[in-house]
């Protein structure tokens, strides 16, 4: 997807809420990834979380912003109708944007989240 922001955003706290209550968990070394199915079925909407237990504002926006990058750069289409949460674990040492990328592919593969190159034809 070449567009800027490819996926709309989730900002309603009862959204981030009944995701983390009623949706799937997917872990990696430094990603969490909660995501459940809406009724609807619109484009997938994307939520960035970081835990305020990474002190910064500074480092906590900077997560999001290599998160909500991570999603743009992603060349994997996902389907229609889901609602994810991408949340960042908190780390020593921040991780290298190619891994997260990486590691961002590799949990929307696992998780199943992704069109298959015959449906999206």
């Known amino acids: 997807m070449t567009d800027n922001k490819p996926y709309p955003t989730i900002k309603a706290n009862h959204d981030f809420s009944l995701t983390y209550r009623k949706g799937k968990i997917v872990r990696s ?9 809406r009724k609807d079925l619109g484009p997938p909407r994307v939520g960035y979380t970081v835990s305020r237990k990474v002190k ?3 480092k906590r926006n900077r997560l999001k912003r290599l998160l909500r990058e991570a999603m743009r750069l992603t060349e994997l289409q996902i389907r229609p109708g889901l609602d994810l949460i991408l949340v960042a674990k908190l780390k020593p040492v921040a991780p290298d944007f190619h891994s997260l990328c990486q590691e961002l592919n590799d949990m929307i593969v696992r998780a199943g989240l992704a069109v298959k190159e015959e449906e999206s034809d």
Do not use: D, N, P, W
């Open 29 to 37: 070394e430094s990603l969490i990834l909660h995501f459940r199915q």
């Open 56 to 58: 910064s504002a500074v």
